[in-house]
């Protein structure tokens, strides 16, 4: 930007002597005055445009560094804003995540314990029907080996049925 000022402050400066240059020469063509009084003019003329030029270069020079300053300072503002935009934004997302994750624990945890009382009493019916198929299975059994002794040895279960006689 500063080399592309310089060109164009160049170049308006070039323009600006060489009109200066023009006018001067149609001035001493059409001057009704002497060569002498002419020449001291244009001298004149000259310094002053000379001195013109430089003040309106120093201006545009400071006129063009106090934007340029301007812009940077805006441009840091903005930057500095997006920045702390970015890093609350960062919190928030950091936050909401913890949030879910700690919801997502309670979540779990509750899940498990109802699995834990489910098993605990899936756990107690089996234990009970186990020890009633057990139960079951015992006198069966018994039922079993009762019957087959009555039908190996009929008169030993008879005997047993009756009183003995000694008394």
Do not use: C, W
Not at 87 to 115: F, H, N, P, W
Request: net charge negative; glycine share 10%.
């Amino acid at each position: 930007m500063a080399d592309n000022n310089g060109g164009d402050t160049g170049a308006f400066l070039a323009g600006f002597v060489i009109g200066g240059l023009v006018g001067a020469a149609a001035a001493l063509i059409m001057a009704p005055q002497s060569g002498e009084e002419t020449r001291a003019q244009i001298a004149e003329r000259g310094e002053y445009l000379r001195r013109t030029g430089e003040e309106r270069l120093h201006e545009y020079r400071t006129t063009a560094e106090s934007y340029a300053g301007q812009a940077q300072e805006q441009a840091r503002i903005v930057l500095d804003e997006g920045r702390e935009r970015m890093t609350d934004a960062i919190e928030r997302g950091q936050e909401q995540a913890g949030k879910l994750a700690d919801r997502g624990k309670v979540s779990i945890s509750e899940k498990l314990d109802e699995v834990r009382q489910k098993t605990d009493r899936a756990t107690g019916r089996a234990e009970v029907a186990a020890t009633d198929a057990i139960d079951s299975a015992e006198e069966a059994i018994d039922d079993a080996a009762e019957s087959a002794k009555e039908k190996l040895d009929p008169d030993a279960t008879e005997s047993q049925d009756r009183p003995t006689g000694d008394a």
